[in-house]
């Protein structure tokens, strides 16, 4: 999977590249280190009383599955962000991971490794 995000300001001008492979066809890259782009939310109390009713009778909570593609697009961004502080041209090996805090909240974390192309 290759996502193509744009480098330098937050209007995206360039491109910065995000890859889940760890080979770049192509390029050749020195490793800069470990980017993360992290977020923790949570949905209110009025959204977690439809999503308990839905849980009773069975089905997709859509509040819930929004709130998790919000955490993603977050967690990408400031993931991108991060490389972007490094000078980085690309980040490899891009993964997601996330966890529950309590019951209510939801943490999402977006890693890779940071790389400049050399060639």
Do not use: C, W
Not at 23 to 48: C, K, M, W
């Amino acid at each position: 999977m290759i996502l193509l995000f744009k480098k330098g300001e937050t209007n995206m001008s360039e491109k910065l590249l995000v890859v889940t492979t760890e080979h770049i066809p192509g390029h050749n890259y020195e490793v800069l280190g470990e980017v993360f782009g992290v977020t923790t939310q949570s949905r209110d109390a009025i959204s977690d009383f439809g999503a308990g009713l839905k849980s009773f009778f069975g089905g997709e909570i859509k509040g819930y599955t929004k709130m998790l593609q919000t955490s993603r697009e977050v967690a990408l961004e400031r993931l991108r962000v991060e490389a972007e502080s490094m000078d980085a041209d690309a980040v490899v090996m891009m993964r997601f991971d996330s966890g529950s805090i309590g019951e209510d909240m939801q943490s999402v974390v977006a890693y890779g490794t940071a790389v400049k192309f050399v060639d």
